[in-house]
């Protein structure tokens, strides 16, 4: 529980940063608003640190790579097409100058991995997902090779090659761009740290190598990346390290249990439709602040219907349709066995 309210936090982050920094760099509020939150932007990190963390944890219970697929398949994929549908309407209908994409753009961005294709985002926070999506390709592919109990290793070759990018771009040398987008070097050791303090979380902390393995995960942040990323790594390190440690049991509020369960859907519909909303709401005469809290009361609600009527039925319909007929395929080979 207290994972989902780290998320939802997050989510609420981005928010906060998107709906007030960026919003005023990107159109601009008609008054000054008077705060600005542009730590939010790095909620995306503490993401990463969840996904790393959550997805190692979920391989580590999966039978089938088939299995993984259909999981995430089922988590990512409805809420998502039914998000872009919604955000098209408003777009394509009352949208600002610049929202609307060609329709070549839109139906790549249906494939998740746009950026590769080559293709606009119909949502600027789109970007994360296709992130996501690529290290669950990588952490489905060790999987299959039967590598996980290396993973240590795999991190080990992460951090390098990370690093290897980083000192490039530095010293202005030529790096592979298929390469960094696919192996996405510029977040892996984010990934790298959740996945070690499930590890941590699993074992009681009593394996010091993943202690050892985390210090290196920062070192390579801090050799490779801008300053600010590795305050952003240690901060999110910080987090993770008291929620490992069960300090932070004080997140199982309900306010937060039901913030952390739609904040998928909420981090999905909020900038486009938002920016929209918050330029109405101020070009009819609200205030810039009363914009933006009416604006995220109006997302809160998009996201809870998002939730409810699509994320959670279509994820439940999803698996249950594969385990019913995975367990339909299993019956034959049970019966001629015993036979």
């Known amino acids: 529980m207290e994972l989902d309210a780290l998320r939802g936090l997050a989510a609420l982050a981005v928010v906060a940063f998107h709906y007030t920094t960026h919003y005023e760099a990107q159109v601009g509020h008609v008054q000054p608003l008077g705060v600005g939150f542009p730590v939010g932007n790095y909620g995306v990190h503490l993401f990463f640190l969840i996904s790393g963390f959550v997805i190692f944890m979920t391989l580590q219970r999966t039978r089938t790579a088939m299995d993984f697929v259909v999981s995430r398949f089922s988590r990512l994929f409805p809420a998502y097409w039914a998000a872009m549908a919604v955000t098209a309407a408003v777009v394509y209908t009352i949208g600002l100058p610049g929202q609307r994409l060609p329709l070549r753009d839109l139906l790549l961005d249906l494939t998740m991995v746009q950026d590769l294709l080559g293709a606009e985002q119909l949502d600027g926070s789109y970007w994360t997902l296709e992130v ?200 034959p080979a049970a019966s001629g066995a015993d036979a």
């Open 132 to 331: 996501e999506l690529l290290f669950y390709a990588q952490m489905l592919a060790w999987f299959a090779l039967g590598q996980l109990k290396r993973i240590r290793l795999i991190i080990a070759g992460w951090l390098a090659l990370a690093v290897a990018y980083g000192l490039c771009t530095k010293l202005g040398l030529h790096f592979s761009y298929l390469a960094r987008e696919v192996l996405i070097l510029r977040h892996i050791p984010f990934f790298a740290i959740g996945i070690l303090f499930y590890r941590l979380h699993a074992t009681d902390g009593q394996d010091r190598r993943d202690v050892a393995m985390l210090g290196l995960c920062l070192l390579a942040i801090a050799v490779a990346y801008p300053p600010k990323y590795f305050l952003v790594a240690a901060v999110c390190t910080a987090i993770f390290a008291l929620f490992v440690a069960g300090r932070l049991r004080w997140l199982r509020l309900a306010p937060l249990a039901w913030l952390g369960a739609i904040s998928y859907a909420l981090y999905l519909l909020h900038q486009s439709i938002g920016f929209v909303l918050i330029h109405w709401l101020e070009h009819h005469g609200v205030a810039p602040v009363l914009a933006v809290v009416l604006t995220v009361a109006v997302m809160f609600g998009l996201a809870t219907a998002l939730n409810r009527l699509v994320e959670r039925p279509a994820l439940q319909l999803i698996r249950t349709s594969w385990q019913a007929r995975s367990r339909t395929a299993l019956e």
